[in-house]
């Protein structure tokens, strides 16, 4: 995922330049490289016209491209009358959200009065009709390389097996830049040969393919809805945490380490995931001082809304920064 900060009107540009890029990279053929670049175009103007500019975060998923307009503006009191064309709070036609729904394949907006607006657009290569996504979407995440940078040493990835269980995993390469992208992309690529072990031996077999790397902190979190826990197992400074509706937000136990040099001890902790229940997980480019009460209705939403929303507001600006959300109580 990549990352242009929008101001003006030439960070638009580039905004749609690299949108419709990933997307030919993908496969997508004229029509559907055109319509992502119409919505590219709307959702920057958006963000200099109502949020004062913003962030535009481009996803390339093979098969969609997915988008995540981020602003700090005043935010929409009434969203479905902002969703109507020809509805304007700044003397424009009025189209411009609008013709992001219709487009879009999956649509999820996420506004409060005076603490901004979140907008997710995703667009398939074979572009099926527009229709709302599904409300139990199981996971999203955000991951952008430190600013300067051109390769991101944090890296994520997940597994679904058989029995319905969800293994998320996380990795901070050690520092930032080129090397630290090398560690990262070992870990993942550890991961994807050990997902069906339990999470602690997860974590012992990257340990291990990490050491001729920088290393870095790595985390596995396996989800269990026919138990309603969560398996965490960590090593470095990757936080995790389980947020339940009405309830205190639950922190998960990381040992002190780093994968493949330094691991005293590998172990995993179970913690409970009731209904509507959250797994978040963050590398430390964001800082921990979050807290999704201050959202009204923002649990509720796309997972990778949630990891937006966390992101432009708790990332430290100084290193790569990586959130991941997961609904806890259902693949």
Request: proline fraction near 3%; include cysteine.
């Amino acid at each position: 995922m990549f990352e242009v900060v929008v101001n003006d009107s030439s960070a638009v540009a580039e905004g749609r330049r690299r949108a419709v890029a990933a997307a030919t990279a993908s496969g997508f053929d004229e029509l559907r490289a055109g319509q992502l670049a119409i919505v590219a175009t709307e959702l920057g103007t958006n963000l200099i016209k109502h949020g004062g500019g913003g962030r535009l975060l481009v996803g390339n998923g093979g098969e969609r491209i997915e988008l995540l307009a981020l602003d700090r503006g005043t935010g929409m009191a009434d969203i479905g009358a902002c969703l109507a064309d020809g509805f304007s709070s700044a003397g424009t036609a009025g189209n411009g959200l609008g013709a992001v729904r219709r487009l879009a394949q999956q649509f999820h907006v996420a506004s409060w009065t005076g603490k901004g607006t979140a907008v997710y657009a995703c667009l398939s290569r074979q572009g099926e009709t527009a229709c709302e996504p599904p409300a139990d979407e199981p996971i999203g995440g955000v991951c952008i390389a430190k600013p300067g940078e051109q390769a991101c040493g944090d890296a994520w990835a997940s597994h679904l097996d058989e029995a319905g269980r969800r293994t998320v995993f996380m990795v901070d390469g050690l520092g930032h830049g080129t090397e630290a992208a090398v560690a990262a992309n070992e870990a993942v690529a550890q991961f994807q040969r050990s997902r069906h072990e339990p999470p602690a031996q997860i974590l012992h077999a990257v340990h291990q393919a990490l050491r001729h790397t920088r290393g870095g902190a790595v985390a596995v979190a396996r989800i269990d809805p026919a138990s309603a826990t969560v398996a965490y197992a960590g090593l470095g400074n990757i936080a995790g945490a389980v947020v339940t509706p009405g309830a205190a937000v639950r922190r998960m136990v990381s040992h002190n380490g780093t994968a493949g040099h330094n691991a005293r001890k590998l172990q995993a902790f179970d913690y409970p995931c009731g209904r509507g229940a959250l797994l978040v997980m963050h590398s430390d480019g964001l800082s921990g001082g979050w807290a999704l009460d201050a959202y009204p209705g923002l649990a509720r939403q796309h997972p990778l809304l949630v990891a937006g929303v966390l992101y432009r507001d708790f990332a430290r600006g100084r290193d790569d920064a990586t959130v991941v959300v997961a609904r806890a109580d259902g693949a």
